[in-house]
């Protein structure tokens, strides 16, 4: 127990928390590694959108769907990211590939679900008046389901956003890790303190920029929900 | 030979069981690291968020400290607390599994708590129970099921956190993997299979035994009143 103190005050003296100087010197690799996050975090979640919405319909269309496709979603989130990109990696290789369909997996769980709880939220009467008003199975979709459904997507979508941040890190197991490249790297250089915590404070800014951008666009695409909410 | 055969020989071998660092070495410290954890959530946890249900306080913090963990990356934590007066090895790998364990037990101990009819509580007051008794009597009871789910969501998060302990060389069924990766694919892709298949089997038994314990003590379908 002894040995790792004396250790950790051996590099103290040099080895800061926070270095605007590292930051500084190492401006490319840091860009570089955000980059390599941003790119990943947002690919990841626009493919994710593209194949869950879908896939929540045919669920909310087709009844006997939503139980099969819920259990799957649920005994796949279960699975931990480490063991979901070692089933990956020895299929798919070393290459941001790998990273990109793991991280795919988990954020499409969370917005099929979301997108779902949506859907099934739209009240009854509404579908009815809808059906009333002579619109077909696709145009009540398009034009009143899934508006109305918009709020659950938005969450599902930001809380997607805000984990793949976060999960993105985990592909540092296979050499792409954007970010997370930058706190394990800083870790098993010498235990490089001020690498690790601008990885770290880079990647929870990420995730809250990213969580107020879509915030901001869930307030856009919603305006009624915003005009009910100055009535009441 | 395609992985997955490479992965079934591996797993195969009685020596990859037995070894020192043998899967089931491994397993040991994985449930070691989980347990200590869990407990340690479970003991912050709960006491504090049944407290602040109680009281009816600090429900909104709950919520931002919880979507707050979210975006902190597990990696971050667990490569920062070693580095801290804490130092290498067990402690810090737990207090950082902790960490991501406490806001689920917090949030459904809360939950639990603020989901008891008022009704029922207006009673027990009624009845001359005190503050503490009312916890003690009829909150915490009712409060168990919620209590049971914050634990499943809790310790399925630990014990999927610990296997990112691996990277670190905090021990636990991730360092299967982590070593297969060290090998390459070509010769390690097997290996790195197998410990996929460890540490998905070890969390959905976790999981799987939960649900089980919490279906044990979920309310009977509410009987329709006399």
């Known amino acids: ?232 | 030979m395609n992985p997955l055969e490479q992965a079934a020989r591996w797993l195969n071998d009685p020596l990859n069981w037995t070894n020192p660092d043998g899967i089931l070495a491994r397993l040991g410290e994985h449930l070691a690291l989980a347990g200590s954890a869990t407990a340690l959530a479970c003991a912050v946890g709960l006491p504090l968020g049944l407290w602040l249900g109680h009281r009816h306080r600090g429900g909104g913090a709950l919520v931002t400290a919880s979507n707050v963990t979210l975006a902190v990356p597990t990696l971050a934590l667990l490569t920062i607390l070693p580095l801290t007066p804490l130092g290498f090895g067990r402690p810090a790998v737990v207090l950082a599994l902790t960490v991501f364990g406490v806001p689920p037990l917090l949030a459904h101990a809360y939950t639990g708590v603020r989901e008891v009819d008022p009704q029922v509580r207006d009673a027990a007051r009624g009845m001359g129970l005190s503050g503490w008794q009312v916890f003690a009597r009829v909150e915490l009871p009712l409060a168990v099921p919620y209590l049971v789910g914050g634990l499943r969501t809790a310790a399925l998060q630990i014990v999927a956190t610990t296997a990112l302990a691996a990277l670190v060389g905090g021990g636990g069924l991730g360092q299967i993997i982590s070593a297969g990766f060290g090998l390459t694919i070509a010769a390690g892709g097997g290996q790195i299979l197998a410990g996929g298949l460890l540490v998905a089997a070890l969390a959905l038994l976790v999981e799987g035994g939960l649900a089980g314990a919490q279906r044990l003590v979920a309310p009977h379908r509410r009987r329709p009143a006399p």
């Open chain 1, 1 to 232: 127990m002894s040995l790792p103190v004396a250790g950790a005050a051996r590099v103290a003296p040099d080895n800061p928390w926070f270095s605007w100087r590292y930051a500084q010197d190492n401006a490319d690799a840091v860009l570089a590694a955000l980059r390599e996050h941003v790119g990943l975090t947002v690919t990841a979640v626009l493919v994710a959108a593209v194949v869950a919405v879908p896939l929540a319909v045919a669920a909310y269309w087709f009844r006997p769907l939503t139980g099969p496709i819920l259990a799957l979603a649920g005994v796949l989130y279960t699975v931990p990211s480490l063991a979901l990109f070692a089933f990956l990696g020895p299929y798919l290789g070393i290459r941001p590939r790998t990273v990109l369909v793991g991280l795919v997996i988990y954020a499409l769980l969370v917005l099929v679900r979301g997108t779902l709880v949506g859907l099934r939220a739209v009240p009854e009467h509404v579908r009815d008046a809808a059906r009333g008003l002579g619109y077909g199975r696709l145009a009540r979709l398009l034009r009143v389901e899934l508006p109305l459904a918009l709020p659950g997507i938005m969450t599902g979508l930001r809380l997607a956003t805000v984990s793949t941040v976060a999960l993105t890190t985990v592909g540092v197991l296979v050499g792409y890790g954007g970010l997370g490249q930058l706190i394990l790297g800083g870790f098993d250089n010498n235990f490089y303190r001020a690498q690790i915590m601008t990885g770290t404070v880079l990647c929870v800014a990420l995730a809250l920029v990213l969580d107020l951008l879509l915030a901001g666009l869930g307030h856009l695409v919603t305006p009624w929900l915003r005009r009910a909410g100055g009535l009441g």
